[in-house]
């Protein structure tokens, strides 16, 4: 099995429990790893056979962009349409990190990691 690893993806969305977070956002960082077999991709050097990059940032910003409380949802949602989106997907794991959450210390960025 391969890993297409899709890293770094910042988005500002309008996720949190807390209604100033729905109003003013936050900045998140989505990383995704992609279990799958690129082998033939590999012989024919062709995108067809592979996962496309630009959509799977598509898929995510698209639903980074739909506001919920919780970014386990959000998590969720994005698994579910990477999976779906393409038969090569055999396994999928999506962490989202809030940067900079607003609770009550120093804290960098919590995250939620789902893998299916």
């Known amino acids: 099995m391969n890993i297409i690893r899709v890293h770094g993806i910042r988005c500002y969305s309008l996720h949190g429990c807390l209604?100033?977070?729905?109003?003013?956002?936050g900045t998140?960082?989505?990383?995704?790893d992609l279990f799958c077999d690129f082998s033939k991709s590999s012989k024919t050097d062709s995108?067809?056979?592979t996962i496309d990059y630009v959509k799977?940032?598509?898929?995510?910003?698209e639903q980074m962009s739909i506001p919920s409380k919780l970014i386990e949802t959000v998590a969720y949602r994005i698994l579910e349409k990477l999976k779906s989106s393409s038969g090569l997907i055999l396994k999928c794991k999506v962490?989202?990190?809030k940067i900079n959450p607003p609770i009550d210390g120093d804290v960098k960025y919590v995250s939620v990691i789902v893998e299916e």
């Open 56 to 61: 799977v940032n598509k898929i995510v910003e």
């Open 95 to 97: 962490e989202i990190r």
């Open 28 to 32: 998140f960082e989505v990383n995704i």
């Open 19 to 25: 209604q100033e977070e729905t109003k003013i956002g």
């Open 47 to 49: 995108l067809s056979d």
